[in-house]
Nanobody, 122 residues
Framework: VQLQAYGGGSVQAGDSLRLSCAAS????????VGWFRQATGKERELVATIGWNGRNIYVRDSVKGRFTISRDNAKNTVYLQMNSLKPEDTAVYYC????????????????WGQGTQVTVSS
């Protein structure tokens, strides 16, 4: 099982990025998928999750209205559209697959991929 996050980069404040999370080795069409991030010196935090059917979406308050999570089960891919990026969004972003159909609890996310760096400069 492999999850690969990609699409990160270095941008200016106010710019947009679209992260993608592609799964291989198994399908995650029956599982929740989440995006997490970890800034240097800080704990990993949940950014957004999406239920198995594309509903039951959770987005943390600090990115609400700017970030959108979506999924395409036919492509076994989950996306994170990030608009109006701020310097405080700088972090390594990870995607992860849950063992549950719907979950906002990090403990249920058992399948992790390598992260992608997002750097936002002011």
């Amino acid at each position: 099982v492999q999850l690969q996050a990609y699409g990160g980069g270095s941008v200016q404040a106010g710019d947009s990025l679209r992260l993608s999370c592609a799964a291989s080795g198994r399908t995650f069409s029956s599982n929740a998928v989440g995006w997490f991030r970890q800034a240097t010196g800080k704990e990993r935090e949940l950014v957004a999750t999406i239920g198995w059917n594309g509903r039951n979406i959770y987005v943390r308050d600090s990115v609400k209205g700017r970030f959108t999570i979506s999924r395409d089960n036919a492509k076994n891919t989950v996306y994170l559209q990030m608009n109006s990026l701020k310097p405080e969004d700088t972090a390594v972003y990870y995607c992860a697959g849950s063992t549950s159909r719907i979950s906002i609890h990090i403990t249920t996310y058992a399948y992790w991929g390598q992260g992608t760096q997002v750097t936002v400069s002011s």
